[in-house]
């Protein structure tokens, strides 16, 4: 079974664990988007693992591990992560790179900053990691792939057109000789791993090998249906694995949907459940609420079920994997969002302007809190009572079951919920 496992809000609702957990059961993972502005975090007794390139399966040895062409690369990023993961004694043999990724370079970084200056108050609150200034040269034409890396007359034939085009236009302070001694050298230590990943990604399913498709931020940073500008720069959505591996359609099987049992968002935008005061501050501190990337604090809010059935509309999810109920086991209640009130009417559906969202005000429906430590629970059934309420009720409301259910960062605390 071909499976892809998606973000339903706005990233960060833990993903990493979701795919590490998956991962015992299938033969390859595949990073379909996104680059190292994904923080993908998996806890294995008591170590923590942080990802930010490479596919969260690859704790698990013997599996094939794969970033796609629709992910942008950081080579000196990825080359750390790899390392890092080297030194301790994790098997990486598995990693495979697209040679059509695309790759960020220092100049993008430079882009992102200045941008971002310029916006002022108006600013997206991006990661900084040069993402979306190389899916802008990736659409511009101009973008340079993980492939150019291994020919140097390419390799230089491209960065010349890149430093008119934009080095010298925002006045960068770089050297381009430096840059391509430093890229084909990068290309080099990343030679082994280079191949066309879409063969091997179709020869895996003609073999009925297992694959997982791993979503990194969420649908509502997708860049044509999240919440735009405020969104990030690539495909973040179900739809996005058959054009960042090259596969068609028909090879997916199954679509799983991870959300939080509560809501958070890092980055500016609107974000209607937001709390402000006493209850946010205990969900940003129980949940440990920290961008794993950026170290910035998340804002956070009550569950948006208007949200949970937009990611259902645009992705067609078929399971819910909801995380980190125990991060709300202090609380004496617990609000759920089931609608929005715009101009005076209550609205089911999510809206597609950035500016009617922000005049819209969640309509909520308050629930018991089970003030229960649930962080050792070990089956669906031992959940108090007034979880297993709450939890129905976002089954109800997104007319979704949920499937599996994160009860703590640790392996063991994932838990399968229907058989
Ligand atoms: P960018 O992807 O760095 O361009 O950032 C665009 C927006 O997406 C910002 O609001 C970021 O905070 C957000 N973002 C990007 N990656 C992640 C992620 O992995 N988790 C949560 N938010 C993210």
């Given at each position: 079974?071909?499976?892809?496992?998606?973000?339903?809000?706005?990233?960060?609702?833990?993903?990493?664990?979701?795919?590490?957990?998956?991962?015992?059961?299938?033969?390859?993972?595949?990073?379909?988007?996104?680059?190292?502005?994904?923080?993908?975090?998996?806890?294995?007794?008591?170590?923590?693992?942080?990802?930010?390139?490479?596919?969260?399966?690859?704790?698990?040895?013997?599996?094939?591990?794969?970033?796609?062409?629709?992910?942008?690369?950081?080579?000196?990023?990825?080359?750390?992560?790899?390392?890092?993961?080297?030194?301790?004694?994790?098997?990486?043999?598995?990693?495979?790179?697209?040679?059509?990724?695309?790759?960020?370079?220092?100049?993008?970084?430079?882009?992102?900053?200045?941008?971002?200056?310029?916006?002022?108050?108006?600013?997206?609150?991006?990661?900084?990691?040069?993402?979306?200034?190389?899916?802008?040269?990736?659409?511009?034409?101009?973008?340079?792939?993980?492939?150019?890396?291994?020919?140097?007359?390419?390799?230089?034939?491209?960065?010349?057109?890149?430093?008119?085009?934009?080095?010298?236009?925002?006045?960068?302070?770089?050297?381009?000789?430096?840059?391509?001694?430093?890229?084909?050298?990068?290309?080099?230590?990343?030679?082994?791993?280079?191949?066309?990943?879409?063969?091997?990604?179709?020869?895996?399913?003609?073999?009925?090998?297992?694959?997982?498709?791993?979503?990194?931020?969420?649908?509502?940073?997708?860049?044509?249906?999240?919440?735009?500008?405020?969104?990030?720069?690539?495909?973040?959505?179900?739809?996005?694995?058959?054009?960042?591996?090259?596969?068609?359609?028909?090879?997916?099987?199954?679509?799983?949907?991870?959300?939080?049992?509560?809501?958070?968002?890092?980055?500016?935008?609107?974000?209607?459940?937001?709390?402000?005061?006493?209850?946010?501050?205990?969900?940003?501190?129980?949940?440990?609420?920290?961008?794993?990337?950026?170290?910035?604090?998340?804002?956070?809010?009550?569950?948006?079920?208007?949200?949970?059935?937009?990611?259902?509309?645009?992705?067609?999810?078929?399971?819910?994997?909801?995380?980190?109920?125990?991060?709300?086991?202090?609380?004496?209640?617990?609000?759920?969002?089931?609608?929005?009130?715009?101009?005076?009417?209550?609205?089911?559906?999510?809206?597609?302007?950035?500016?009617?969202?922000?005049?819209?005000?969640?309509?909520?429906?308050?629930m018991e809190g089970w003030e229960e430590d649930t962080s050792q629970v070990s089956r669906y059934?031992?959940?108090?009572?007034?979880?297993?309420?709450?939890?129905?009720?976002?089954?109800?409301?997104?007319?979704?079951?949920?499937?599996?259910?994160?009860?703590?960062?640790?392996?063991?605390?994932?838990?399968?919920?229907?058989?």
């Amino acid at each position: 079974m071909n499976i892809v496992v998606v973000g339903t809000q706005w990233g960060d609702e833990g993903k990493g664990r979701v795919i590490d957990f998956l991962s015992r059961e299938v033969d390859a993972i595949v990073r379909f988007q996104g680059g190292s502005n994904a923080g993908h975090t998996v806890v294995v007794d008591g170590e923590i693992f942080v990802f930010h390139l490479v596919p969260s399966g690859i704790l698990h040895p013997g599996k094939s591990c794969i970033i796609g062409n629709g992910v942008v690369v950081d080579p000196g990023e990825l080359l750390a992560e790899l390392e890092s993961l080297r030194a301790r004694n994790i098997d990486i043999k598995g990693l495979r790179l697209s040679s059509s990724a695309h790759i960020v370079m220092p100049y993008h970084k430079e882009i992102e900053k200045i941008e971002e200056k310029q916006r002022g108050k108006k600013k997206i609150g991006t990661t900084k990691k040069g993402v979306g200034p190389a899916y802008t040269d990736k659409i511009a034409r101009r973008g340079i792939r993980v492939g150019d890396l291994l020919n140097e007359k390419v390799l230089a034939e491209k960065l010349d057109v890149n430093f008119v085009l934009l080095a010298n236009y925002y006045r960068l302070n770089l050297c381009k000789k430096d840059i391509l001694s430093r890229y084909l050298e990068y290309g080099d230590k990343l030679r082994e791993y280079i191949t066309d990943t879409s063969i091997l990604v179709n020869q895996l399913i003609k073999k009925n090998k297992e694959i997982l498709f791993e979503g990194a931020q969420g649908t509502l940073l997708d860049i044509d249906h999240g919440t735009y500008p405020f969104v990030t720069s690539s495909c973040t959505s179900a739809g996005g694995v058959c054009i960042g591996v090259g596969i068609g359609p028909t090879r997916i099987d199954k679509v799983l949907g991870v959300a939080k049992v509560y809501t958070t968002r890092v980055g500016e935008g609107p974000f209607p459940t937001e709390i402000e005061g006493r209850e946010g501050e205990i969900l940003k501190e129980r949940g440990k609420e920290y961008g794993a990337t950026t170290g910035r604090p998340r804002r956070c809010g009550w569950f948006d079920g208007v949200i949970l059935r937009y990611a259902d509309r645009i992705n067609g999810l078929d399971e819910l994997v909801l995380t980190k109920l125990d991060v709300l086991d202090k609380l004496d209640r617990i609000k759920i969002c089931t609608a929005y009130k715009y101009k005076d009417k209550a609205i089911e559906d999510f809206p597609f302007q950035v500016v009617s969202l922000r005049e819209c005000e969640p309509i909520y429906e308050e629930m018991e809190g089970w003030e229960e430590d649930t962080s050792q629970v070990s089956r669906y059934e031992d959940l108090p009572e007034k979880a297993q309420a709450y939890l129905r009720r976002i089954e109800e409301i997104g007319e979704l079951p949920i499937g599996y259910l994160s009860l703590s960062p640790e392996r063991a605390g994932l838990i399968k919920c229907k058989e």
